[in-house]
């Protein structure tokens, strides 16, 4: 029986994850990867940590080259560009070092991943203006940072405020732009997001919020940044205001793609193409709270779904899980973590939300060294569910995994209300936010009243 052949066009997390599935499904398949860059799977998470100065870029890379040929035993072709997909004689056009020619597959996964929003803004691609995506980028931005000097960034996301975080480390004088009226719009609610916000001033960050950069000044180079008609003078800029699905491959192949850009695909990470597969930062995935296809550009979504992908493509039976857009990050020292729909998000779609905040010390009142754990918690009114999650401070990302369970197991609020936490000085306190906040929610219910 002639082996099976799978190609995949991407070689990041979600490619290497799928390859790895691929693999283990299939112990004989023939396995290709296909990278534009000169670069394999490397953390894209790290780079913020790069730049700052606490990981070394070499850590960054998950494998060494050789694990594709050694342990994969997959052919991986770096510096080389897939150009075309033709579904009916199952190819993939390239072209790379060794010239163009055309790769027969069985099944194709599409990893393309995401690039980063263009911006329509006079003076974007001057000297000076960078972008944070790839290892390219944040060596450029470390290179800068090394010397001294004054940073814009444009946008407030996580990325944003990593950055922000990372630049402020290396001594580096930083003015944050955001067109909302709030940091963190897409994942949290403006009450945890000023938190964060303010922990960044503290560091020396100046904000900007509610406004927009109309042009980027400069002759040879940057000089500044035209904002709402004020002139704000800057050594460099970088650009961090979203991310896109890498989709146009997928397009001109005739797989469908949805509202944001996305592929599209079934819970077996199929196209509507047969035999071609999708996976991480370039697809769209169904939010089962507001029944919406939208992309979650997440390593963890990007692991989950390429592991689906993978086994499917080699002949497995795999679902993706209801998946939520759990995600964490700490930003000047403090943990924060969002999962499921904002309160803004909830009602946007018309869904009747009940929202509840608390926060409590760390530990023990009277135990040195603690810090507030800041919970926002979002519940459908009608079946008590709850629909997102917030928490800023320390334990954030667990208590995020927990909500995150909840969702996906559909478990009814007054079960965190009531749960029996533990207890010690050092370690935590009677009454954690989360629970608090559970407990106010609870009671909100069994009164029908609907303010907190």
Request: with cysteine; aromatic share 6%.
């Given at each position: 029986m002639e082996k099976r052949s799978v190609v995949i066009v991407g070689c990041g997390l979600a490619g290497t994850t799928a390859a790895e599935a691929v693999r283990r499904q299939d112990r004989s398949a023939k396995i290709v990867i296909i990278e534009s860059s000169s670069d394999h799977e490397y953390s894209r998470c790290g780079l913020p940590y790069y730049i700052s100065g606490e990981v070394d870029p070499q850590g960054l890379f998950l494998n060494r080259r050789t694990y594709y040929d050694t342990s994969l035993k997959a052919t991986l072709l770096l510096n080389t560009t897939a150009t075309k997909v033709d579904p009916h004689e199952r190819t993939v056009s390239v072209s790379g070092p060794e010239g163009e020619r055309a790769l027969r597959y069985d099944a194709l996964i599409l990893a393309t991943g995401a690039e980063?929003?263009?911006?329509p803004i006079p003076g974007i691609n001057k000297p000076g203006v960078m972008k944070l995506r790839t290892l390219e980028d944040a060596r450029a931005i470390s290179g800068m940072a090394q010397t001294r000097g004054s940073t814009m960034v444009i946008g407030a996301g996580l990325i944003g405020l990593e950055l922000t975080d990372a630049l402020l480390a290396k001594g580096q004088q930083v003015t944050v732009i955001e067109m909302m009226p709030e940091v963190l719009p897409a994942s949290f609610d403006p009450g945890p997001a000023s938190v964060v916000r303010k922990e960044l001033e503290r560091k020396g960050a100046t904000f900007m919020l509610g406004k927009k950069?109309?042009?980027?000044?400069g002759f040879e180079k940057v000089e500044g940044a035209l904002v709402d008609g004020s002139l704000i003078k800057v050594?460099?800029?970088?650009?961090c205001a979203g991310i896109r699905p890498r989709s146009r491959l997928a397009k001109e192949a005739?797989?469908?793609?949805?509202?944001?850009?996305?592929i599209k695909v079934d819970y077996?990470?199929?196209?509507?193409?047969?035999g071609i597969f999708a996976a991480g930062d370039c697809i769209e995935l169904v939010n089962r709270l507001i029944s919406e296809s939208r992309p979650i550009q997440l390593a963890t979504v990007a692991l989950r779904t390429a592991e689906v992908a993978g086994a499917n493509a080699a002949g497995g039976d795999e679902r993706i899980p209801d998946l939520f857009g759990n995600t964490s990050s700490r930003i000047c020292g403090l943990e924060l973590s969002s999962t499921g729909l904002t309160e803004a998000e909830a009602r946007e779609h018309g869904l009747n939300a009940l929202a509840a905040e608390a926060a409590s010390y760390s530990y023990a009142p009277y135990y040195p060294g603690g810090r507030d754990l800041l919970t926002k918690l979002v519940v459908d009114s009608g079946s008590g569910q709850l629909l997102g999650a917030q928490f800023v401070g320390p334990g954030a990302?667990?208590?995020g995994n927990l909500a995150t369970m909840m969702m996906s197991q559909g478990i009814h609020i007054s079960a965190l209300a009531y749960l029996e936490t533990n207890f010690s000085p050092p370690v935590q306190n009677f009454w954690p936010s989360p629970v608090v906040a559970a407990r106010r929610i609870t009671r909100l219910l069994k009164s029908k009243h609907l303010t907190v």
């Amino acid at each position: 029986m002639e082996k099976r052949s799978v190609v995949i066009v991407g070689c990041g997390l979600a490619g290497t994850t799928a390859a790895e599935a691929v693999r283990r499904q299939d112990r004989s398949a023939k396995i290709v990867i296909i990278e534009s860059s000169s670069d394999h799977e490397y953390s894209r998470c790290g780079l913020p940590y790069y730049i700052s100065g606490e990981v070394d870029p070499q850590g960054l890379f998950l494998n060494r080259r050789t694990y594709y040929d050694t342990s994969l035993k997959a052919t991986l072709l770096l510096n080389t560009t897939a150009t075309k997909v033709d579904p009916h004689e199952r190819t993939v056009s390239v072209s790379g070092p060794e010239g163009e020619r055309a790769l027969r597959y069985d099944a194709l996964i599409l990893a393309t991943g995401a690039e980063p929003v263009d911006l329509p803004i006079p003076g974007i691609n001057k000297p000076g203006v960078m972008k944070l995506r790839t290892l390219e980028d944040a060596r450029a931005i470390s290179g800068m940072a090394q010397t001294r000097g004054s940073t814009m960034v444009i946008g407030a996301g996580l990325i944003g405020l990593e950055l922000t975080d990372a630049l402020l480390a290396k001594g580096q004088q930083v003015t944050v732009i955001e067109m909302m009226p709030e940091v963190l719009p897409a994942s949290f609610d403006p009450g945890p997001a000023s938190v964060v916000r303010k922990e960044l001033e503290r560091k020396g960050a100046t904000f900007m919020l509610g406004k927009k950069v109309e042009r980027i000044v400069g002759f040879e180079k940057v000089e500044g940044a035209l904002v709402d008609g004020s002139l704000i003078k800057v050594d460099s800029i970088v650009a961090c205001a979203g991310i896109r699905p890498r989709s146009r491959l997928a397009k001109e192949a005739g797989v469908s793609v949805g509202r944001y850009g996305g592929i599209k695909v079934d819970y077996k990470a199929e196209t509507d193409v047969k035999g071609i597969f999708a996976a991480g930062d370039c697809i769209e995935l169904v939010n089962r709270l507001i029944s919406e296809s939208r992309p979650i550009q997440l390593a963890t979504v990007a692991l989950r779904t390429a592991e689906v992908a993978g086994a499917n493509a080699a002949g497995g039976d795999e679902r993706i899980p209801d998946l939520f857009g759990n995600t964490s990050s700490r930003i000047c020292g403090l943990e924060l973590s969002s999962t499921g729909l904002t309160e803004a998000e909830a009602r946007e779609h018309g869904l009747n939300a009940l929202a509840a905040e608390a926060a409590s010390y760390s530990y023990a009142p009277y135990y040195p060294g603690g810090r507030d754990l800041l919970t926002k918690l979002v519940v459908d009114s009608g079946s008590g569910q709850l629909l997102g999650a917030q928490f800023v401070g320390p334990g954030a990302a667990s208590w995020g995994n927990l909500a995150t369970m909840m969702m996906s197991q559909g478990i009814h609020i007054s079960a965190l209300a009531y749960l029996e936490t533990n207890f010690s000085p050092p370690v935590q306190n009677f009454w954690p936010s989360p629970v608090v906040a559970a407990r106010r929610i609870t009671r909100l219910l069994k009164s029908k009243h609907l303010t907190v």
